[in-house]
């Protein structure tokens, strides 16, 4: 034992400094001790030696002893060095965590003196499964402050703490690390007097970049091996890292000499190594073999004296301790503020490998639109995380030096926290993603194993195809609102916006994944599977796509077909309800249908007997209430269903029903009616009688509607219409059509007459003067399995002239527009008679006129009806062929038509001859009736919508051009007023500058009434004293507004646009003629005053004029476009146009007048001739109006002071 008594005299409160040097087998080890000065030291070493003993106070040797090591001070700091090349005596700043490089705070000489090395030989290992932030930092040892500057950026880490860096890239990675860590040496600072060297180097703190001095370094070297692998959907992640833990764990304990089960070698084969290390290897392991192999070599890659070793741990004493001119550290950043910016960083990275996993995910690696939101999402949060950490790195030293507040952190912070990158933001896109992800991948699996291929353009698949069925996401492609503003939140501009405009964001976030929605998605995948079964072919593919429709959200099916441009939406038929009985006879079932759905394209009626495989089936039209079940066995019980067909086939069946026949009995209707005084009266006794059907009817100014027998039963209702010129044997065909229907035998001697002809009217007039609708309801016996609906016009053409054509189309219109009126026809029935060769100018007017009427759609629903035929082809066919009129074809191209030859229908059998020609042509008759009302059931009804159209635009044309004429007219009178005005006022300038007043002459228009012609009806309006339209076909002033020219409840003809109750039918019409009259100067002046209320002269009075004038001008260009308007629409949905439209077709019937010469020629000549003004004015718009309102403006501003009327003039050719 050894006793050192310590110098005196000591003051209590000092503390002293005892450097003991101890030698034990060739190793020197130096312990420093420190101990109140009251105390005594005893050592019992194996050799001992002591240099001095001293004592110290506040860090400076005061009595010639050594000071405290600066490791063991209050003062002193430790940071771990990640791989930075730190020696004894290194200056460092704590500000930004730097070396100050080639400087240190002592010389070469006084370091080598006063450096005390001692051995440290530790080793250890550790497996850890955790690969966050925290983690990583406990694993390298980093405090806070440091981590801190890892994450700003600040510090360039090489060797093992490249760890840090090293982040997971999936969330489905398994990851394990294998840490070995061993220590060699600790090396520090004993000087005496640690400031005295440091002042003979006052370069050292000039600039202040320095805060601390390396005292002290412990050498060694770590290693970490990172092991990742992929886990597939059906692993459990924990399960597998929890093995590989135990496994490496073992490996780790026990060296490469330990064997692995066949079980662990599988388990760790699969995961690949990454290897961070402090030490020089050739080859970096990949595999687990080789890292255990370089594991097992770790010890004898530092060398026999540890000569590879690196610093691990420095200890930095702050330099204002020594030397007082140096920099000191100000402050440290709180803790809160370094974990908080960790756990950004952390959710930022935790983004990025979620969008790593979504891109993996089929979905996003089959829609490019997916990939591309997500590859936006992952780089934008990569782009923010590098601004945020430049923005901390730039704050962070200048906080640190006192320079700023650390409130400018918090407000980073807080900033991020208001951006649309803070977590609950991200997280919630994230999450959207992946429920999406999830969903459109599940749909994909079933699609791929009923090889279904992704394909971005269906529409290019056209060019080998007919058809291509595409399964659609139709929301994967909808515009994301939240990743524009990320987006603009990393613009520079975004600088300048308010937080406002950024927070709430992730409210904006699009969620379309619902449970309604995937129940949706589930049902269309249902449905395209059963349509892939029954409809793929060699002309059909089905595949999947995405195409943004914000109409359907989740998904549906398009077709595309190579005729059309546009892809249809693939919507199924609904289950029909179930058909219900309404009528059974002997050989038929009647049931009660409701075809109400739009997405059902066809529908059928499937019946069979009970024992019966096989089903048949009866078409259902859209909007038939009631469907007929013919040629059935009477006494009979069949099943009956519904089916609905959609697109491509696609069939949905309804329930059966069961419905039963009756048994079988015989009745003649016809001798029924006859014999029944409420259906029918008798009208000519005789060998054969004829009988009148009583009808009920309801009429309207417009047209009539009559009814024959109350409905029995709720049969299917055919509608036909029936044109054609006046002669062309109408009323006797639809006369035979009502004895077939009746079941009238040839041999009966009685015949019906529905039409009862007029015979005080000539053949050149028309026996028909209104639109009527025969309502033939079906009875019990009828020759046809439906209700009949025949509407008789009356005929074109006739003596009266054009005038009474074009009542005649006004008729049709009223009637097609009427609320009662028809909503479907089923047939256009045009009547011609067979020996027409050739069509005249007139005859073709005729058949152009009809046709005009409709629209295009019904072109295959008009069907040729020929009269007085006999066997031979009807020469008109081939007429019909050059006129080239639009009607149904029959598959080989000719004409559809029917043969009539009614010569035969009031013929009794009795009086017939003895060549029965009578017979033969009524059973020809028949013969050709049944063959149409056969044809007739089998032909689809068509909307009127298009022709309704059509005959409202006409109307329009009509009333808008002499709505035009009425205002060129009137602008012209315009015109010769300021010009005579105009002459007048140059003429006495003289007078006009002495105040004198003078007389002059001008053409005034003055309104007087003009008669009606008898039984025509006007619309007048008594406010604005203009006849608005003549003739109109509403004499009721109570429905004027339905007028023609009535639109939204207001006139749009008379110049105040007047209400329509202010317009009524009188024995009159207004009409403008010209007078000559005396006027004076100072009279004209006075009303131009007193109108607009300031002072007038010449000057002004004639820029009132032509403002006037400027107005009427501009009615005329405003109706002109509407009048283009009405022809361009006209071209695009009537089937003919108008032939009463083209001045030379006008001017050819004009010259067939003169040629033919029929009674009343002269007449039709007179409304020819008006009628040509009308289509030369029409022509003119057509072809060379007036230009656009735009490009008009544009010209009027070019041309400020251009002649107000000479072009306007000038183009109507009225100058």
Not at 328 to 342: A, D, L, P
Not at 685 to 714: A, M, W
Request: proline share 4%.
């Amino acid at each position: 034992m050894c006793t050192f008594p310590f110098p005196s005299p000591l003051h209590p409160s000092q503390s002293f400094f005892l450097y003991v040097g101890v030698s034990c087998g060739g190793n020197k080890l130096l312990w420093n001790l420190s101990e109140p000065a009251s105390s005594l030291l005893t050592l019992v070493p194996v050799t001992v030696w002591s240099k001095f003993v001293g004592c110290c106070s506040q860090g400076l040797c005061t009595m010639g002893g050594q000071p405290s090591t600066f490791t063991e001070s209050q003062h002193t700091t430790e940071v771990a060095a990640l791989g930075r090349p730190f020696q004894l005596g290194m200056l460092y700043d704590c500000r930004n965590d730097s070396l100050i490089p080639g400087v240190t705070l002592w010389d070469n000489k006084q370091l080598q003196r006063n450096t005390s090395v001692e051995p440290r030989v530790t080793t250890e290992f550790k497996v850890t499964t955790s690969d966050s932030i925290e983690e990583k930092a406990n694993a390298l040892k980093v405090s806070g402050s440091l981590k801190l500057s890892m994450l700003a950026g600040l510090v360039d880490v090489s060797g093992s703490a490249k760890y840090f860096e090293d982040t997971k890239k999936s969330c489905r990675q398994s990851r394990v690390t294998l840490q070995y860590h061993r220590t060699t040496k600790y090396e520090h600072l004993t000087m005496g007097r640690p400031g005295r060297g440091a002042k003979s180097r006052p370069n050292v703190f000039g600039d202040n970049a320095a805060t601390h001095v390396v005292t002290a370094v412990l050498y060694g070297a770590d290693a970490y091996f990172v092991f990742d692998r992929e886990v597939s959907p059906e692993e459990d992640q924990l399960e597998v890292e929890r093995n590989a833990e135990l496994i490496f764990n073992k490996q780790a304990e026990g060296g490469a000499a330990l064997e692995m089960s066949d079980d662990e070698k599988k388990a760790v084969e699969q995961f690949r190594c990454t290897f961070h290390g402090d030490f020089r290897l050739t080859t970096n392991p990949t595999s687990f073999d080789e890292a255990v192999r370089v594991y097992s070599d770790l010890p004898k890659l530092l060398g026999e004296d540890a000569e590879h070793a690196v610093p691990l741990r420095v200890w930095l004493y702050p330099i204002d301790k020594l030397i007082s001119q140096a920099a000191g550290v100000q402050r440290e950043i709180s803790n809160n503020i370094v974990t908080y910016s960790s756990e950004i960083i952390e959710n930022l990275l935790m983004t990025e490998m979620k969008c790593n996993d979504l891109l993996k995910e089929a979905a996003a690696r089959t829609f490019p639109k997916l990939e591309q939101k997500i590859e936006v999402l992952k780089k934008n949060c990569h782009q923010y995380k590098i601004e945020l950490m430049q923005k901390l790195g730039r704050i962070i030293p200048s906080v640190r030096r006192g320079a700023e507040e650390e409130d400018a952190l918090a407000q980073i912070l807080k900033m991020h926290e208001k951006s649309p990158f803070n977590s609950k933001a991200l997280s919630r896109w994230i999450q959207n993603k992946e429920r999406e992800s999830e969903a459109v991948k599940s749909i994909l699996v079933e699609l791929q194993e009923m090889g279904v291929e992704a394909v971005g353009n269906p529409g290019s698949l056209l060019f080998n195809l007919d058809t291509v069925v595409c399964f659609t996401f139709t929301s994967i492609d909808q515009p994301d609102v939240f990743l524009s503003k990320l987006s603009r939140y990393l613009t520079p501009s975004a600088l300048e916006e308010t937080s406002e405009e950024f927070s709430n964001v992730e409210d904006e976030i699009a969620e379309w994944i619902t449970d309604d929605v995937m129940h949706e998605m589930r049902k269309e995948l249902n449905i395209f599977t059963d349509l892939k079964k029954h409809s793929e072919g060699r002309s059909t593919k089905f595949i999947v796509s995405s195409k943004q429709d914000e109409s359907q959200s989740g998904s549906c099916i398009f077709v595309y077909q190579k005729e059309s441009n546009v892809a249809a939406r693939f919507v199924p038929p609904v289950k029909l309800k179930t058909p219900s009985s309404v009528r059974a006879s002997e050989d038929s079932l009647s049931v009660k249908t409701d075809t109400s759905c739009m997405t059902t394209e066809d529908c059928r009626v499937e019946y069979r007997m009970e024992e019966m495989m096989e089903w048949s089936s009866v078409p259902v039209r859209k909007g038939q209430p009631v469907v007929t079940l013919p040629n059935l066995k009477p006494n009979t019980e069949y099943e009956i269903r519904i089916l609905a067909v959609g697109m491509l086939g696609y069939t949905v069946e309804g329930e059966i029903v069961k419905m039963k026949t009756l048994e079988k009995s015989n009745q003649h209707i016809a001798k029924s009616v006859k014999g029944d005084p409420q259906k029918a009266t008798l009208l000519q006794q005789g060998r054969l009688s004829i009988y009148s059907l009583n009808l009920k009817t309801e009429g309207s100014q417009v047209f009539f509607k009559k009814d024959f027998c109350k409905p029995t039963s709720h049969k299917e209702n055919k509608t036909i219409m029936l044109l054609g010129a006046t002669g062309s044997g109408k009323t006797t065909l639809i006369n035979g059509m009502v004895n077939y229907m009746l079941g009238v035998q040839w041999n009966d001697d009685f015949r019906f007459k529905l039409i009862n002809e007029v015979t005080s009217k000539t053949q050149a007039e028309s026996q028909t003067s209104e639109v009527t609708a025969y309502q033939l309801h079906h009875q019990e016996g009828f020759q046809v399995p439906y209700s009949v609906t025949i509407i008789d016009t009356p005929g074109f053409g006739d003596t009266r002239g054009i005038r009474k054509d074009r009542e005649i189309i006004e008729k049709i219109r009223e009637f097609f527009s009427n609320p009662n009126g028809l909503l479907t026809i089923d047939a256009v029935c045009f009547v011609v008679q067979s020996a027409l060769a050739r069509l005249t100018q007139t005859q073709k007017y005729v058949f152009d006129s009809i046709l005009s009427i409709f629209g295009k759609d019904i072109a295959n629903n008009i069907i040729v009806m020929i009269t007085f035929a006999d066997g031979q082809a009807p020469p008109v066919l081939e007429a019909l062929k050059t006129a080239d009129i639009p009607c149904a074809k029959t598959q080989d191209g000719s004409i559809q038509h029917f043969k009539f030859n009614n010569s035969a229908l009031f013929v009794s059998s009795e009086a017939s001859d003895d060549f029965n020609f009578d017979r033969m042509f009524w059973k020809m008759g028949n013969a050709s009736m049944k063959t149409f009302f056969d044809h007739l059931n089998k032909m689809e009804s068509k909307s009127l919508q298009l022709t309704n159209e059509v005959l409202k635009e006409r109307k329009i044309l009509e009333i808008t051009i002499c709505s035009m004429q009425k205002l060129i007219n009137t602008g012209l009178l315009k015109l010769h007023e300021i010009k005579a005005t105009s002459i007048a006022l140059q003429q006495h300038k003289c007078l006009m500058e002495a105040n004198k007043d003078f007389e002059y002459e001008v053409d005034e228009p003055r309104t007087k009434k003009i008669d009606n012609e008898p039984e025509t009806y006007v619309t007048n309006c008594l406010k604005c004293n203009f006849t608005c339209h003549y003739p109109c076909l509403i004499s009721n002033d109570a429905d004027k507004e339905d007028c023609a020219v009535m639109e939204n409840g207001s006139c749009t003809i008379c110049p105040g646009k007047c209400n329509w109750d202010l317009h009524h039918n009188v024995p009159y019409r207004f009409e403008v003629e010209i007078v000559k009259k005396k006027d004076t100067y100072h009279d004209l002046k006075k009303r131009y005053e007193a109108a607009l209320g300031k002072k007038m002269n010449a000057e002004k009075i004639m820029q009132q004029l032509g403002r006037e004038y400027k107005e009427v001008q501009e009615n005329v260009f405003i109706t002109s476009d509407k009048v283009n308007s009405c022809l361009n629409r006209l071209q695009a949905i009537a089937l003919r146009p108008d032939p009463l439209s083209t001045p030379e077709y006008i001017e050819m019937l004009i010259e067939s007048e003169k040629q033919e010469c029929k009674p009343g020629y002269q007449a039709r000549i007179a409304e020819l001739r008006e009628v040509k003004k009308h289509a030369e004015l029409v022509q003119r718009m057509a072809t060379g109006g007036p230009p656009d309102t735009k490009k008009r403006k544009v010209e009027q501003a070019q041309q400020k002071k251009c002649g107000l009327f000479s072009d306007m003039s000038k183009w109507f050719g009225l100058k």
